[in-house]
T-cell receptor
Framework: DGGITQSPKYLFRKEGQNVTLSCEQNLNHDAMYWYRQDPGQGLRLIYY???????QKGDIAEGYSVSREKKESFPLTVTSAQKNPTAFYLC???????????FGDGTRLSIL | AQSVTQLDSQVPVFEEAPVELRCNYSSSVSVYLFWYVQYPNQGLQLLLK??????LVKGINGFEAEFNKSQTSFHLRKPSVHISDTAEYFC???????????FGTGTRLKVLA
């Protein structure tokens, strides 16, 4: 079955540490996205990528970085510059903006 | 710029009663509209989509929505809810000019026994 796989499901970060969240898709979708979800705030866009080797900042990119070296993969790094990283992170993909997104099951990041 | 407004942050409803979750949007160009459902600690799952054509759209789990261009609305309805429908529901839109999707802040549906 095609889909999006996010790993790990739970992740803990120490102060001053960078952590990387994995997102892999086998849907052959060109576009991939990272969202942050906090209680009562819906989804906020961190970064998105329309094609390989290209990505754009979303609404809350500060303290995050991404890469898109392969069509299937779009990892998100939460850097130590992100002072409040505790949240639920969702990865998504779409074949075009005229079609819905497919979502992974999320990664919950907490601070130790 | 586009926007999506979900007017109700929480909607309590008794089991087997009908429910309507409201979604209004703003856009100067044609839109594509989506409703998603999210269960705790899971990703979003597509309920239904409006791309073009018939304004009444049927989705999974007995849900339907009606696209109303004059009211700029895309309300989600179900004639009889079950306990298992308790979840958070998101309305979203996209346009052909950008790869960005705009989401509402979500409506938490709580079905009471």
């Amino acid at each position: 079955d095609g889909g999006i796989t996010q790993s790990p499901k739970y992740l803990f970060r120490k102060e001053g540490q960078n952590v990387t969240l994995s997102c892999e898709q086998n849907l052959n979708h060109d576009a991939m996205y990272w969202y942050r979800q906090d209680p009562g705030q819906g989804l906020r866009l961190i970064y998105y990528s329309q094609i390989v080797n290209d990505f754009q900042k979303g609404d809350i990119a500060e303290g995050y970085s991404v890469s898109r070296e392969k069509k299937e993969s779009f990892p998100l790094t939460v850097t130590s510059a992100q002072k409040n990283p505790t949240a639920f992170y969702l990865c998504a993909s779409s074949i075009s903006p005229m079609q819905p997104q497919h979502f992974g099951d999320g990664t919950r990041l907490s601070i130790l | 710029a586009q926007s999506v407004t979900q007017l109700d942050s929480q909607v309590p409803v008794f089991e087997e009663a009908p429910v309507e979750l409201r979604c209004n949007y703003s856009s100067s160009v044609s839109v594509y509209l989506f409703w998603y459902v999210q269960y705790p600690n899971q990703g979003l799952q597509l309920l239904l989509k409006y791309l073009s054509g018939s304004t009444l759209v049927k989705g999974i789990n007995g849900f339907e929505a009606e696209f109303n261009k004059s009211q700029t609305s895309f309300h989600l309805r179900k004639p009889s809810v079950h306990i298992s429908d308790t979840a958070e529901y998101f309305c979203a839109l996209s346009t052909s000019g950008t790869y960005k999707y705009i989401f509402g802040t979500g409506t938490r549906l709580k079905v009471l026994a």
